[in-house]
Structures are given as structure tokens and as C-alpha cells.
Nanobody
Framework: QVQLVESGGGLVQAGGSLRLSCAAS????????MGWFRQAPGKEREFVAA????????YYADSVKGRFTISRDNAENTVSLQMNKLKPEDAALYYC????????????????WGRGTQVTVSS
């Protein structure tokens, strides 16, 4: 059974940093792209960042470009999201996802999703 489990969320002041992690199990994810999405209350889920299977490519939403960095460790089957210079509008439930390619992820066509980790940013 494929599982994605996010961790690392919490409360942080605006301008601060958090590092989210997603542990994948149930299959070898090294040949799949992985990504992060987020959903704030009353809003639709939105794409945040994605990384290709062997970390050769990354892709970010304009709203996080230059502040967030996605990375992965295929040996550990994990993907991380380093979030710096956090803003109140970054507060949301953050989800990990996986799909064969980055375009599949950005189109929202992820095959699997985690349950999310909450990020709260105080102003």
C-alpha cells in the first residue's frame, strides 16, 4: 500500500522558516516526480513545488519562487520543502503528492496524496 506521510508543520512568525518532509512508502519513488500542494480554508488546493525523479528539474509556483526550495533523497524515499521568509498568506495545509512527471503533478493529476501537515504563520 502506497503511503505519503507529511511532517514538519507548525506555527511560525512571519519572516521565519519551516522545513516540511514527506516520507513515501509502498513502492520505489525514485523514478517518480514528487510535489507539494497547499490548501487554505475556503480556498482551492494550489500547486506549490515539484521535483523530477532524479532531481534534474524543479518547478515552483510564482508565489513561492525564491523563498521555497524542494529537494529529495531517493535513498530515503523522502521529499522536503524548505520554506523561508514565510508570509501569512503561506498558511495552509500542505500536501505531498507523486506522479510520473512534473507536468502530471502541476496539472493536479497526482496518483497519490498524503493527509497533509498544517502550517500557520502569525503576522
Amino acid at each position: 500500500q502506497v503511503q505519503l506521510v507529511e511532517s514538519g508543520g507548525g506555527l511560525v512568525q512571519a519572516g521565519g522558516s519551516l522545513r516540511l518532509s514527506c516520507a513515501a512508502s509502498g513502492r520505489t519513488f525514485s523514478t517518480y516526480a514528487m510535489g507539494w500542494f497547499r490548501q487554505a480554508p475556503g480556498k482551492e488546493r494550489e500547486f506549490v513545488a515539484a521535483i523530477s525523479a532524479y532531481s534534474t528539474s524543479t518547478y515552483y509556483a510564482d508565489s513561492v519562487k525564491g523563498r521555497f526550495t524542494i529537494s529529495r533523497d531517493n535513498a530515503e524515499n523522502t521529499v522536503s520543502l524548505q520554506m523561508n521568509k514565510l508570509k501569512p498568506e503561506d498558511a495552509a495545509l500542505y500536501y505531498c503528492s507523486t506522479a510520473p512527471t512534473i507536468p502530471a503533478i502541476t496539472r493536479g493529476g497526482a496518483e497519490y496524496w498524503g493527509r497533509g501537515t498544517q502550517v500557520t504563520v502569525s503576522s
